[in-house]
C-alpha cells in the first residue's frame, strides 16, 4: 500500500494564497507547470516588469500595495500598447511565508485580478535571503495589427498624456523625509495623496481603446516624461518641443514648484507616474481628449512632434529652452 504525498510547502503556499486568483480555465487551478491563454484570433501583447524591495518600493510599504503596484505597472504597458488584459503569471522571492505579509498581499491582487478582468495563470515561488522581489508578466489581446507602438510618431502629431506628472516622485519624497515632507508638513492629506501615488499607480486601461483608434505611438511613462518621450521620439526617428507650462500637475505639485521647494526638473525626470504618453494626429486629438473626459481621465495636449534626431526640447513659459541636468530615473 503507498501513501499519498503530502504537499510542500511551496505547493500549500499557492494554493492557500494563489489558486483562487486563477480564474481562467487555461490556468488548470495551478494544478500543472504551464498555462494556456487563447488567443482568439487576436494578437497577444506581452510585458513583463520587477518591483525590488529596496528599489521600486520600500521595505515598510504594505504588502496589499505592493501586490497593487506589481500589477498595475505592467498593466499600464498593455493600456499603452491599446490593449485588454488576458492574464498574468507571477513570480515571487520571498524572505518568508509569514501569513501577516502573504494574506494582504494575496487579497489585494485578487482584488486588482477582479477590477481589471486579468486572471492569474501561473507563476513560481522561491525563497531568498537578500531583497524580496515581485516579477509580473502580464499578457493583453489587442485587434490583429493593432497594437500602439512607439515607431509611429509623425512631424505634426500633438503630444498628449493622460492623468498628471510628477506626484509619485514627490509621494517616495514624502516617504523618505525630503523637501517635499518638510514642506507639508502641515498637511497630512496632500502627504498621503502622494504617497498613495507612488505606492498605488493608476493604470489607464480604460482609455486603451481610444489610444489605438487615435494614438500613433504610445508608452507608459515609467522612468519619467522628459527621458520616456525621449525614447520614444528615438523609435519614432523624430523630435518634439514640449510647453512646460501645459504638463498637468496635480494642484499639491503646483504649489510646491511655486514655492520654490522642488523644481520642474523633479517632476519631469521622477518617473513612476504610469500615465500614458501619446502622440496624435491633430484632427484625432480632440476626440482622445473627449474619450478622456467619458472616463474621468484628464487627457493634456503638451507639445508637438516635429522632424529631426534632436533630443526634445522642454520650453518654459516664455519660450526659453529648460537644460535639463537629467530626464529619468536609471537603474544603472
Not at 497577444?44 to 518591483?51: F, R
Not at 500598447?81 to 485578487?110: Q, S, Y
Not at 509611429?152 to 498628449?160: F, M, N, Q, T, Y
Request: net charge negative; with cysteine.
Amino acid at each position: 500500500m503507498t501513501t499519498p504525498q503530502s504537499p510542500s510547502a511551496e505547493d500549500s503556499l499557492i494554493a492557500r494564497y494563489f489558486k483562487p486568483l486563477a480564474t481562467d480555465p487555461g490556468a488548470f487551478g495551478l494544478v500543472d507547470d504551464a498555462a494556456i491563454l487563447s488567443s482568439s484570433g487576436d494578437d497577444i501583447v506581452v510585458t513583463t516588469d520587477a518591483v525590488v524591495e529596496g528599489v521600486h518600493y520600500l521595505a515598510t510599504d504594505p504588502p496589499d500595495t505592493i501586490a497593487r503596484k506589481a500589477l498595475r505597472v505592467n498593466l499600464s504597458d498593455i493600456a499603452a500598447k491599446g490593449a485588454v488584459p488576458a492574464g498574468f503569471v507571477l513570480t515571487l522571492a520571498l524572505r518568508g511565508k509569514e501569513d501577516g505579509w502573504l494574506r494582504p498581499f494575496a487579497d489585494a491582487l485578487g482584488e486588482d485580478v477582479k477590477i481589471f478582468a486579468c486572471p492569474l495563470l501561473g507563476g513560481d515561488t522561491v525563497s531568498t535571503p537578500g531583497p524580496q522581489m515581485v516579477s509580473i508578466t502580464a499578457f493583453g489581446r489587442v485587434p490583429k495589427g493593432r497594437m500602439v507602438g512607439r515607431t509611429g510618431a509623425r512631424p505634426g502629431d500633438r503630444i498628449l498624456v493622460t492623468g498628471t506628472i510628477g506626484d509619485a516622485a514627490l509621494g517616495l519624497d514624502v516617504l523618505t523625509g525630503g523637501k517635499a515632507a518638510a514642506a507639508l508638513v502641515s498637511d497630512p492629506a496632500a502627504k498621503e495623496a502622494l504617497v498613495s501615488r507612488y505606492r498605488v499607480p493608476q493604470p489607464r486601461n480604460v482609455l486603451a481603446q481610444a489610444v489605438r483608434d487615435h494614438a500613433t505611438a504610445a508608452m507608459d511613462v515609467s522612468d519619467g516624461l522628459a527621458g520616456d518621450l525621449t525614447k520614444l521620439c528615438a523609435a519614432s526617428g523624430v523630435s518634439a518641443t514640449v510647453d512646460v507650462a501645459s504638463v498637468p500637475l496635480s494642484a499639491v505639485a503646483a504649489g510646491l514648484v511655486a514655492r520654490n521647494t522642488i523644481c520642474v526638473e523633479t517632476l519631469l525626470a521622477g518617473g513612476d507616474d504610469y500615465e500614458v504618453l501619446c502622440t496624435v494626429p491633430p484632427a484625432e486629438s480632440d476626440a482622445l481628449i473627449a474619450a478622456g473626459k467619458v472616463a474621468g481621465v484628464a487627457v493634456t495636449a503638451i507639445g508637438t512632434i516635429v522632424a529631426g534626431q534632436e533630443r526634445p526640447r522642454f520650453l518654459d513659459g516664455q519660450g526659453r529652452e529648460l537644460t535639463l541636468t537629467r530626464l529619468s530615473y536609471s537603474h544603472f
